[in-house]
């Protein structure tokens, strides 16, 4: 894998999902789009979903099947996933699963995990993704842990992506606090405003991460692109 100087472009879907692009690589993470389908545009190299409620979940094996990728998940839901006809990759928390562009690395996050059955479906997760020498991690659904300051132990950050909702995950002021264990150069709140019980001002959380951190604020409206 080598390092390049190209951008990566960042596009927010909504809610949770996140696509990064760099290289003749597309990352779909946590595919749920609230607006309806995935546009056909969208065709990823790889699918990633951090637990199996359906606001994760959502159309990823229907998106894996057409581009023909892979889905990588924690064990128990890549099962269950290959159960619904989807191409898989295997792994657990700790291992690195190595790609063309570099690496991705299941880390823990604080939540469950159930099908639309009902059925447990693994532990919940976050991922920690090396892409061509840029560190990025999307938290998943996740209440504030103290280990989140060990993932900076792979190297500097370069985006998080942080649930900022409250309920179900981490509130503004959780994920400010967040922000301090990892100390990324940029943070991108996500998981918020999708529904009434998760409604937020992510305005109002981004401007306390540039006055109180040393980070800077990445806010996009859903189907926004950045190239950074």
């Given at each position: ?137 999307h938290a998943g659904d996740t209440a504030l842990f103290s280990d989140m300051a060990l993932l900076k132990n792979e190297g500097p950050l370069f985006c998080a992506f942080l649930p900022i ?51 800077h604020a990445l806010l996009m409206t859903p189907g926004e692109e950045r190239m950074l």
């Amino acid at each position: 894998m080598m390092e390049t100087d190209e951008l990566t472009s960042i596009k927010f879907w909504g809610h949770a999902f996140v696509s990064l692009t760099q290289g003749g690589q597309t990352l779909a993470i946590d595919p749920y789009h609230p607006a309806g389908e995935i546009p056909a545009s969208l065709k990823p190299t790889l699918v990633l979903v951090t637990h199996g409620h359906g606001d994760h979940l959502g159309q990823a094996v229907p998106l894996a099947k057409r581009a023909d990728c892979e889905i990588l998940a924690i064990t128990d839901l890549a099962h269950y996933l290959h159960g619904e006809g989807a191409a898989v990759r295997t792994a657990h928390f700790g291992g690195k699963v190595t790609f063309p562009f570099g690496w991705v690395k299941i880390v823990p996050a604080i939540h469950s995990s159930t099908g639309p059955q009902g059925q447990y479906l693994g532990e919940p997760a976050g991922f920690l993704i090396q892409l061509f020498g840029r560190l990025f991690y999307h938290a998943g659904d996740t209440a504030l842990f103290s280990d989140m300051a060990l993932l900076k132990n792979e190297g500097p950050l370069f985006c998080a992506f942080l649930p900022i909702g409250g309920l179900y995950t981490m509130d503004p002021q959780d994920a400010l606090e967040a922000v301090h264990f990892l100390s990324p150069a940029w943070v991108a709140p996500i998981h918020y405003n999708t529904f009434p019980r998760i409604a937020q001002d992510g305005l109002a959380f981004s401007r306390r991460v540039e006055e109180e951190t040393a980070s800077h604020a990445l806010l996009m409206t859903p189907g926004e692109e950045r190239m950074l």
